[in-house]
């Protein structure tokens, strides 16, 4: 796509919201010389914005005044502008994005936001009105808002959660963008990463404890963290235990992930050390779903897995699941929601797939999108009436670039059982210490949206290789706190 902009410096915004439409649309510095290259143009003289888009034949055009006492609100006039390309780009395409305008991947802080500043009658009016949020959402984001609301006020000045990487996995699905190796390739390093991680564990909860820190929820993800062994396992969650003050968290997750790699001497490992909640996420119960994206394990395997995991006196058990995901039916996603809600989880959380697509020509693929975003939101429909039939709740949503129908993710739980971690990191609440490979760093300065990151190496290798530089970057925690804190 090529954008031309005048009176408004940043394209960015419309180049996001483009992607709504067409995901597989990058933008170029130079137009091009394909007739059937997406074009489009935003331009604000004063109270006048006009917008036009133009793909191989057909040409779209539009324009509105602003109010005068508008003419200088330069967040308003590029709201004005997103309006008209957002009409333009359905009439193009056919596709009315559920979210409206809304490319982020925090909507529910949006509307938090909102409320704040205007009340909940007037911010819902600007999420339909000003936003082009459908009803439908809105609907789920009020019932979403309230579930994260009652983790939010958990917070204080001081908190902090703890995020622990295991960057390895059984195999590689997909439809995957996190940092993971295969453990075929990479379990060579598996035992000098955990003994690092140990170290880096320990370092961590010095700069906490010198800080006055408190310390609120503690993840260990990946990747899946269970590709470790019982001993690894043990070893990392007992430096958690022995060198953090855990008396006040109220939420301690080890993302088992993949049934494939869970064990009874791993569990029993993991609720040894203190660990309350466990996720458990076969994402589909279709077994030809499951080898065609990657996953190397059975249905058979993930009852197995929750089975051993109930046995071994887990009740706070989660279970992750996607929407559309390729090859998939309506009928198939059915019976994987009916399955795992028998299976009696603590909690749910229903993905939309989001993935990177080949680029192709501008027309090429709206109907084949508009169908693929059509079936997944009658998926999420019926998860949605099924789930709060079940007694499940809505606590906590968050969007990606890319995903199907511009749709959504969203955690469902039972009363008492959300994650509350899922709630603090994607509301930016609190300072997130991170540890191992991939992992980052986020520094919250309290009551303002400053926040600061600190890096470590990505993959194993680098993070074993480059161990001392990486914790040398940590020190940048501690002046974070000496600046603003």
């Not at 670039?401 to 511009?406: E, F, L, Y």
Request: aromatic share 10%; hydrophobic share 35%.
């Amino acid at each position: 796509m090529y954008i031309v902009t005048e009176g408004i410096a940043s394209r960015y915004e419309y180049e996001k919201l483009a992607r709504v439409f067409f995901p597989d649309q990058k933008h170029s510095d130079k137009e091009a010389d394909d007739p059937n290259a997406l074009r489009i143009e935003v331009r604000w003289n004063g109270r006048h914005i006009s917008s036009r888009l133009k793909a191989g034949e057909k040409e779209f055009r539009d324009e509105t005044l602003v109010p005068q006492e508008k003419a200088e609100d330069k967040g308003f006039c590029e709201l004005a502008a997103a309006q008209l390309l957002c009409r333009q780009f359905t009439a193009l395409t056919g596709f009315n994005p559920p979210w409206g305008l809304l490319t982020g991947i925090r909507p529910m802080k949006l509307l938090r936001m909102l409320t704040r500043e205007y009340g909940r009658e007037e911010a819902e009016r600007r999420f339909r009105e000003d936003y082009l949020v459908s009803e439908k959402k809105l609907a789920l984001s009020r019932r979403t808002v309230l579930g994260e609301d009652k983790i939010l006020s958990l917070s204080r000045d001081n908190s902090f959660s703890l995020y622990i990487s295991v960057p390895f996995c059984p195999s590689r699905c997909s439809y995957c963008s996190f940092v993971s190796q295969s453990i075929e390739h990479a379990a060579k390093l598996m035992p000098e990463y955990t003994e690092l991680l140990v170290k880096e564990i320990g370092m961590t909860a010095d700069i906490a404890k010198s800080l006055g820190l408190h310390l609120e929820s503690v993840y260990m993800g990946g990747g899946t963290p269970t590709t470790l062994s019982a001993e690894q396992l043990e070893r990392v969650l007992t430096a958690v235990s022995d060198r953090f003050d855990l008396s006040d968290v109220h939420e301690f997750t080890v993302e088992a992930g993949r049934p494939d790699t869970i064990t009874p001497e791993k569990l029993t490992a993991i609720k040894r050390c203190g660990v309350g909640r466990i996720s458990i996420n076969p994402q589909t119960l279709n077994d030809e779903i499951l080898r065609s994206i990657g996953r190397r394990h059975t249905v058979e395997q993930v009852y197995a897995a929750m089975d051993m995991a109930k046995a071994a006196g887990f009740d706070n058990i989660n279970m992750d699941l996607i929407a559309g995901l390729q090859g998939d039916t309506f009928d198939s996603y059915r019976r994987t929601i009916d399955g795992v809600i028998a299976m009696d989880p603590a909690s749910i959380t229903v993905h939309t797939l989001a993935m990177k697509r080949a680029a192709g020509l501008v027309t090429e693929h709206i109907a084949q999108y508009n169908a693929e975003g059509a079936l997944a939101s009658q998926m999420l429909d019926y998860g949605e009436k099924r789930l709060t039939e079940m007694g499940y709740d809505p606590y906590y949503l968050y969007r990606q670039s890319g995903m199907v129908g511009n749709l959504e993710n969203v955690g469902w739980a039972k009363p008492g059982f959300e994650g509350v971690y899922n709630v603090f990191i994607m509301d930016e609440t609190h300072t997130i210490l991170a540890v191992g490979g991939g992992a980052v760093t986020k520094l919250k300065q309290p009551h303002v949206n400053n926040i600061e990151r600190i890096f470590n190496f990505k993959y194993p290798y680098e993070y074993i290789s480059r161990f001392d530089e990486m914790i040398e970057r940590k020190k940048g925690i501690q002046e974070f706190y000496d600046q603003f804190c």
